[in-house]
C-alpha cells in the first residue's frame, strides 16, 4: 500500500513537470511569433506608424506636395537675373505689344508679371474689344516660359476695370446693401469668367480696408463693421479663386482708419492703438486667412503708429513679420504702386528712387513689388538687389522663397501649366 502511493506521487510529480514543460515551450513559441509578426509588420508598413528594433515609434514620410516640388525643379532652371525679374510686377503704356516696352520686360527680361490700366492707354485700339485684348494676353503668356501674371484691379463700383468690356458691376458697398455673401460670391465668379475671357489671370482685389463710405475711398468699403467686411470680402475672394482667379486682400495693414490723406500725394498715417487695430482693422484678415486662403496680399503706404511709427508699412519689416508671424499669411505678398508720391515727400521719383524703394520692399520681406515701367528700371532693381545679397543686408534664401511662393501660384492656378 505505502509503495503504491509513493509511486502515484512520483506519476503526479511526473506529470506536473511535462506539463509545466509544454506550457513554457507553447508560450516561447507564441512569444517568438509574435515579435517575428511584429516586425514584419514594421518594415512592410507603408501607411500608419510602425517602429524600428528597439521599439521606438518610427512616423511615416509625408507625402511631397506635387505644386511646390515643380515650382523648385522651375526655380533650380532659373539665372538669378530671371529669379529677381520674378519679383517684378510692371505697368506699360500704350496698346501695341509689339512696339511697347513691354515685349522687352516680358519676352527677355521675364518680369514676374504686368498690370493692365486703363490709365496708361492699355484699352485702346486693337485692345479695346474682348478679342483684342485676349490676343495682347495670349502673345505674352506665349512669349514667357514662366508665364507672368496678367493683373488688373476688378473691385467694381468706381474701380471697374473691365467696365469697357462687360459694362459696369456692383461696388462693394452694393454687394453689402443686398444683404446676402452669396452674391459677393456670385459677382466675383462672374468677374473670374470675364476676366478669363480677356486673358486676365489675376485680380488685385477685394478691398478690406474697415470704415464709412465718407473717406476718400468711399464704396470701395465693404462695411465700417469689421466682422461684415470678413463676411462679404471673404466670400467675394472665395468666388474668385472657386473660379480660377487668385485674388487679393488689401490694403493691409489698412487704410480704413487712415487720416484720409491719398497715398499717391502723401503718406496717411493710422494712429490706433494695437488693441484697436487687432479687434477692427486686422480682424478681416484674420478670418479670411484662416478660412478663405487668398492667394496674395498687398501692403501699401501708410504709417501705422502701433507697429512702425513713421515708417511706410511696404517697407516695414515689422509690418511684413507681424503679417507673416501673427496673421499666419503664407502666399504671395506684393506692394502697392512703389511710385505713388506718398513716399517721395509728393513728388514723382526718379528712376534711381524707385529702384532703391523696390530694393527696400523686397529687404522688408514682400514678395513682389508692383509699379516699374520700363527695362531700364527691371535692370536698375536688379542690380539693386544684387548688391544687396552681395553685401549681406538681403539673403539668396530669402529671394528663393519668395520666386518659390510666386512660382507655386502661378502652378496651382494654372497659370504655369
Not at 507564441?30 to 517602429?51: V, W, Y
Not at 501705422?304 to 515708417?311: E, I, K, R, T
Not at 520681406?365 to 527691371?378: L, R
Request: aromatic share 6%.
Amino acid at each position: 500500500m505505502q509503495k503504491s502511493v509513493a509511486v502515484r506521487k512520483k506519476r503526479s510529480t511526473l506529470s506536473s513537470l511535462f506539463l509545466f514543460t509544454c506550457i513554457f515551450l507553447l508560450s516561447g513559441c507564441s512569444l517568438f511569433s509574435s515579435n517575428l509578426s511584429s516586425t514584419g509588420s514594421s518594415s512592410n508598413s507603408g501607411g500608419g506608424n510602425g517602429s524600428d528594433a528597439t521599439g521606438a515609434v518610427v512616423k511615416p514620410t509625408p507625402t511631397p506636395d506635387p505644386v511646390k516640388v515643380k515650382a523648385q525643379l522651375l526655380l533650380k532652371k532659373m539665372s538669378q537675373n530671371d529669379k529677381l525679374a520674378q519679383l517684378i510686377m510692371v505697368e506699360f503704356l500704350g496698346s501695341d505689344y509689339a512696339a511697347s516696352s513691354l515685349q522687352q520686360m516680358v519676352a527677355q527680361q521675364h518680369v514676374g508679371g504686368f498690370l493692365y490700366q486703363e490709365s496708361d492707354g492699355n484699352f485702346q485700339w486693337p485692345n479695346n474689344t474682348i478679342a483684342g485684348l485676349q490676343a495682347f494676353s495670349a502673345q505674352a503668356t506665349t512669349d514667357d516660359p514662366t508665364a507672368p501674371l496678367i493683373a488688373i484691379d476688378q473691385e467694381g463700383g468706381t474701380v471697374s476695370k473691365t467696365s469697357a468690356f462687360f459694362g459696369p458691376t456692383p461696388s462693394a458697398e452694393d454687394l453689402t446693401l443686398s444683404g446676402s455673401p452669396t452674391t459677393a460670391y456670385n459677382q466675383a465668379q462672374t468677374d473670374a469668367s470675364q476676366l478669363k475671357q480677356l486673358g486676365i489671370n489675376t485680380n488685385l482685389a477685394p478691398v478690406v480696408d474697415v470704415g464709412p463710405d465718407t473717406t476718400i475711398f468711399g464704396s470701395r468699403f465693404f462695411s465700417a463693421d469689421p466682422n461684415t467686411v470678413a463676411t462679404y470680402a471673404g466670400s467675394f475672394i472665395k468666388g474668385s479663386q472657386d473660379g480660377g482667379i487668385p485674388g487679393t486682400l488689401k490694403h493691409f495693414p489698412g487704410l480704413g482708419s487712415s487720416d484720409g490723406v491719398d497715398p499717391h500725394v502723401g503718406l496717411p498715417n493710422v494712429a490706433k492703438s494695437l488693441a484697436d487695430l487687432q479687434a477692427v482693422d486686422f480682424l478681416p484678415y484674420k478670418k479670411i486667412i484662416q478660412q478663405d486662403n487668398p492667394a496674395m496680399v498687398m501692403t501699401t503706404d501708410v504709417s501705422s503708429q502701433a507697429l512702425d511709427p513713421g515708417v511706410a508699412a511696404e517697407l516695414s519689416p515689422k509690418v511684413l513679420h507681424y503679417l507673416r508671424n501673427t496673421l499666419n499669411f503664407n502666399g504671395v505678398v506684393i506692394t502697392d504702386g512703389l511710385y505713388m508720391e506718398g513716399l517721395y515727400n509728393g513728388v514723382h521719383p526718379t528712376d534711381d528712387q524707385l529702384a532703391q524703394t523696390c530694393v527696400q520692399a523686397i529687404q522688408a520681406g514682400n514678395d513682389m513689388v508692383e509699379g516699374p515701367s520700363t527695362p531700364a528700371q527691371i535692370s536698375a532693381i536688379q542690380a539693386g538687389l544684387s548688391a544687396a545679397i552681395q553685401q549681406g543686408t538681403l539673403s539668396q534664401a530669402q529671394i528663393d522663397q519668395s520666386v518659390t511662393r510666386i512660382l507655386m501660384m502661378k502652378i496651382k492656378y494654372d497659370i504655369i501649366k
